[in-house]
């Protein structure tokens, strides 16, 4: 199904905006395209295998990008020519051959940056809630070393910052969820923190939004959410109210055997669960202000609405209603957010 314009959070103002969406086929880039689209912009779409989703892309040329062969602004010039906007999607949850943090997370966009600056073209950089300095996580500190060089790169940017998101085809999500089933549920005595569970969708529509601005200079830094505040274990609880009446038994987890899963599974590839977000569970990842209402031009979506649409006749399509694109890897702030 296509993207309905009518239902579109914004329009073009004048002409037509011209948009790289960067990640473009993965969960949180599909949300941006399927926006963008609705809108009326014109589309290129960055993938590290562009080939294999050009059938799903009929609206927008697809380019080959990958982030570890473009560390110099120079690389980013052909990908530049005839853009008005880029936004970028694109982040790991761990590390690949050839595919570090720090180049994917940090150096890449930071010639990104500067390519935009000479190009006059604007930035919009998806980044995460949480980011701290001193983070004992290369996950994290790359972000926000990444963060820093675009801020100084001279470019019109900004720099979005979403809570934990939840939507159709998410990683973190379909494992939250599955964890939400689950008639006993481990919850690590230090995962205090508060999250602003939010529709991936509505971060689509905040994309859309941001890019029609002529100037980003009134949102170098955008962060989003849900408008309520869920801890960890009350967010399973929510979750798990859509399946079942029945509550589960949350026994708590010493803090040392949270930290050895999470290092085992960043080890073994296996989760979403890592040691970063093992860290921003024990911190808040609130947004603060919360601009997703001033972007949306409502409130954002509830999260039981995404669970349940048809519950709410009056919520937003579900992304698979969406012809978006496939579901790729590169799930970043589909986490406690990034």
Request: hydrophobic share 40%; proline share 9%; glycine share 10%.
């Amino acid at each position: 199904m296509q993207p309905d314009p009518e239902n579109s959070p914004t329009s073009v103002a004048s002409g037509v905006l011209r948009v790289l969406v960067l990640g473009g086929t993965g969960f949180i880039g599909r949300h941006a395209v399927a926006a963008l689209h609705g809108a009326g912009a014109q589309l290129a779409i960055g993938s590290r295998h562009p080939a294999r989703h050009e059938g799903t892309y009929p609206f927008a040329p697809l380019h080959l990008v990958r982030f570890e062969q473009l560390l110099q602004p120079g690389a980013w010039a052909p990908l530049l020519k005839d853009v008005d906007v880029v936004v970028n999607c694109v982040g790991i949850l761990r590390q690949r051959p050839n595919e570090s943090y720090d180049h994917v997370h940090h150096r890449a966009p930071a010639a990104l940056a500067v390519a935009c600056a000479g190009a006059n073209v604007r930035l919009i950089h998806t980044s995460a809630l949480g980011l701290h300095e001193g983070a004992k996580s290369r996950f994290l500190s790359s972000k926000l070393l990444g963060e820093r060089a675009i801020a100084a790169s001279g470019s019109d940017y900004a720099i979005v910052r979403p809570s934990l998101l939840d939507g159709e085809g998410g990683f973190g999500a379909r494992w939250l969820r599955g964890l939400s089933r689950s008639p006993v549920q481990f919850i690590p005595r230090g995962a205090r923190g508060g999250i602003a569970a939010m529709a991936a969708t509505d971060l689509g529509t905040a994309f859309a939004a941001l890019a029609a601005l002529p100037s980003l200079a009134s949102h170098r830094e955008v962060e989003l959410g849900g408008t309520r505040r869920y801890g960890y274990a009350e967010y399973l609880r929510e979750l798990r109210a859509d399946y079942t009446g029945t509550r589960a038994l949350q026994i708590p987890l010493p803090n040392w055997a949270a930290r050895v899963g999470a290092h085992v599974c960043d080890v073994l590839h296996f989760s979403p669960f890592s040691y970063g977000h093992w860290i921003l569970l024990q911190r808040d990842n609130m947004p603060v202000p919360n601009r997703l209402p001033e972007l949306l031009g409502h409130e954002p979506l509830p999260i039981r609405a995404i669970l349940s649409p048809v519950l709410h006749p009056n919520a937003h399509p579900e992304p698979s209603q969406v012809h978006a694109g496939k579901i790729g890897p590169h799930d970043l702030p589909d986490t406690p957010a990034g």
